[in-house]
């Protein structure tokens, strides 16, 4: 079946500084790859998609690469604010599963002044 | 208005008892979802509906039931609360491609 694996947490960051999340997945078909974000007390919210090999999705600053060869949809982002500590997940659709989606287990961000 | 609105936001409930959240959407969406978020485990499928008449069981839809009232209206059910369904518990509903939009959570405890 489908599966997503992120990176383990939490991850503790200062300000301005490069932030990876790491994640890869396992899936039969050719999925549509998401990142969603959890502000606390908050539901989930996409933050950036990809559906196909090669595509890039960015937003706010975040930037993933859809990649094939490896399994790969690593979360990236050059210079992190306070305002990005969240819980960040990774999930896949794939068509053969009708639109639903598997998520990886989540990564906690805190950045600090 | 929030696109997937939740209700309540939070219950405490004894063990035993029957409780049900509720959830509406604005979005015109056929899918729904019902999900539970415990720490570390990210997020887990109960249920999903694909249409109003069309119900499908999640991973761990043991304990849980549902019921698609309308096509902006799905509940989530516990027959018989158990203290191990203390959890955050998340509606969601999608398009075909799977991007999906989420309420903002009931925090479930049973005691």
């Known amino acids: 079946g489908d599966s997503v694996t992120q990176m383990e947490g939490p991850v503790t960051l200062s300000e301005e500084a490069f932030l990876t999340i790491n994640c890869t997945y396992t899936a039969t078909g050719y999925p549509s790859l998401f990142w969603y974000v959890q502000y606390p007390g908050e539901g989930l919210q996409l933050l950036l998609k990809a559906t196909k090999a090669d595509d890039k999705g960015s937003n706010k600053g975040f930037e993933a690469t859809y990649r094939k060869e490896t399994t790969s949809f690593h979360l990236e982002k050059g210079s992190v604010q306070v305002s990005d500590s969240a819980v960040y997940f990774c999930?896949?659709?794939?068509?053969?599963?009708?639109?639903?989606?598997?998520f990886g287990q989540g990564t906690i961000l805190t950045v600090h002044p | 208005d929030a696109d997937v609105t939740q209700t309540p936001r939070n219950r405490i409930t004894k063990t035993g008892k029957r409780i049900m959240l509720e959830c509406s959407q604005t979005?015109?969406?056929?899918?729904m979802y019902w999900y539970r978020q415990d720490p570390g485990l990210g997020l887990q499928l109960i249920y999903y509906s694909f249409d109003v008449k069309d119900i499908n069981k999640g991973e761990i839809s043991d304990g849980y039931s549902v019921s698609r009232q309308a096509q902006a209206k799905f509940s989530l059910s516990l027959e018989s609360a158990i203290p191990n369904q203390t959890a955050l518990y998340f509606c969601a509903t999608s398009d075909t491609m799977g991007e999906a939009f989420f309420g903002q959570g009931t925090r479930l405890t049973v005691v």
């Open positions: 999930a896949l659709s794939d068509l053969g599963s009708y639109g639903k989606l598997t």
């Open positions: 979005k015109g969406h056929d899918r």
